[in-house]
């Protein structure tokens, strides 16, 4: 795909206990086109976890590669790859991982700070996106202060600050009840499409891959496109 902002080829994964190798991920090719979003779906333990983290360069392949705007993020340094995850990618996990002795807004500002920029222009690109995210009262309060809908805003204004080429979520609703993972879903939808950026959601939530461009369907390590949804 020429307008491709990600290109996974022949990935696999092994872990090693003793004299057994487990095969995780067993050859998966994956191209993500320039604002589209794609739903993995598929049984727990197929591997689904496992390459959202080597494609976003937190867990090393045991082989192939992995290609962000056709920059190997295997064959770079260790320092240049986490400034690409920082600049590049933004991730949203099923539990938010906020760090709990700082504010709404200081967890938002967060990204922008290890990128290196002012405090003062951080602390207005969060304080704007956590408005437009409903969260414009909750800026001075702590992760223990916020409901489980409202901490996962937080974090997905975290992942969308940097204004990352590909969003990268795990389960971003499943701690969520119905009403509140519709929240995040519709959240998710808005701002990716409102900032043209691609999107990976791995889900088991039939709801949220029902909307997507694309579905992957993952089992035992290997993948296959699954039916386009008739409605985005």
Known sequence: MADSVLDVRGVTKQFRTGQNRLDV??????????????????PSGAGKSTLLHIVGGLERPTSGTVLLDGTDLFTVSEEERARLRNRSIGFIFQFHHLLKDFTALENVMMPLLIRGEKQGDAARAASDLLARVG??????????????????????????????????????????????????????????????????????????????????VMSDGRAESGQTPAVN
């Open 25 to 42: 991920l067993k050859g998966i090719d994956l191209t993500v086109g320039v604002e589209e979003i794609v739903a993995i779906v598929g």
């Open 135 to 216: 969260l414009s009262e909750r800026l001075d309060h702590l992760p223990s202060e916020l409901s489980g809908g409202e901490s996962q805003r937080v974090a997905a204004a975290r992942a969308m600050v940097t204004d990352p080429r590909i969003i990268l979520a795990d389960e971003p609703s499943g701690n969520l009840d119905s009403e509140r993972s519709g929240q995040i879903h519709d959240l998710l939808w808005d701002l990716a499409r409102e900032n043209g950026q691609a999107c990976i959601i791995v889900t088991h939530d039939r709801a949220l891959s029902d909307r997507a461009d694309r579905v992957i």
